[in-house]
């Protein structure tokens, strides 16, 4: 995965503003996977693409992300904290990697963006989602994705993925992937209440089918935006 845009990299005609694109869903739904297929298809048909991913995608935004998944910190994160946490990750990552890409005609896929906090911090902890949108604004400014894909998935089959993944990957879980399933369930719910107030933007994706099928679906939702 690229963290970093390289404005020396293929730059495009003047004028031509990259795609944005974010990836959205919860843990063990195959988002980074199919993130990874997409850029690949992108590329092979010449398009220059960034991918990169949140929280992180800069040296700041890689440091919080270890506060945030991993306690580096040694102390626990209150949720108002960790809503700030992804906030200045956020801002970091759009004025050092994602406008810059963007203005230069390149496009972005992104690995989670501002629908993550609302769907984790705002439906999962119960922080009022109206004051999440002020933190991410203030964030984020004007920029706001193209077209957001969510992969959904039945909460107790991600979970069943996810535990397969680290008994034959090794790891654990992070501290979001160790909330409860309840928790979880708010997530997705979330995830699906966002998808229904913002259609033209939302893209459902089933996530409990065969890698090779979702990409497929996934390019021909991606393609539309190449006009």
């Known amino acids: 995965?690229?963290?970093?845009?390289?404005?020396?990299?293929?730059?495009?005609?003047?004028g031509s503003r990259g795609k944005f694109i974010t990836l959205e869903g919860m843990e063990g739904s195959g988002k980074s996977t199919q993130g990874d297929a997409l850029v690949r298809h992108l590329r092979e048909e010449g398009v220059e693409v960034v991918f990169t991913r949140e929280?992180?995608?800069?040296p700041t935004g890689e440091l919080i992300r270890d506060i945030l998944q991993h306690d580096k910190a040694g102390e626990p994160v209150s949720?108002?904290?960790e809503v700030l946490l992804f906030a200045a990750s956020r801002a970091q990552h759009v004025q050092h990697v994602i406008e810059p890409a963007l203005a230069g005609g390149t496009w972005v896929i992104c690995d989670r963006f501002i629908d993550s906090?609302?769907?984790?911090?705002?439906?999962?902890?119960?922080?009022s989602?109206?004051?999440?949108?002020?933190i991410n604004h203030f964030a984020i400014g004007h920029t706001r994705p193209?077209?957001?894909?969510?992969?959904?998935?039945?909460?107790?089959?991600?979970?069943?993925?996810l535990q397969k993944h680290f008994e034959a990957h090794g790891g654990e879980a992070d501290r979001i992937e160790q909330e409860s399933r309840?928790?979880?369930?708010?997530?997705?719910?979330?995830?699906?209440?966002?998808?229904?107030?913002?259609?033209q933007r939302f893209r459902l994706v089933q996530a409990d089918r065969a890698p090779g099928e979702i990409a497929a679906e996934v390019w021909e939702l991606v393609r539309v935006l190449r006009g």
């Open 129 to 134: 989602v109206e004051q999440l949108q002020q």
């Open 146 to 161: 193209d077209l957001t894909l969510l992969f959904d998935i039945d909460v107790d089959a991600a979970l069943g993925r």
């Open 117 to 127: 906090t609302t769907a984790y911090q705002g439906y999962g902890r119960d922080i």
């Open 55 to 58: 929280p992180g995608g800069t």
């Open 79 to 81: 949720a108002e904290a």
């Open 182 to 199: 309840v928790f979880h369930e708010r997530v997705r719910n979330g995830y699906l209440q966002l998808s229904g107030e913002d259609p």
């Open 1 to 14: 995965m690229n963290h970093e845009y390289d404005p020396s990299v293929s730059p495009s005609p003047p």
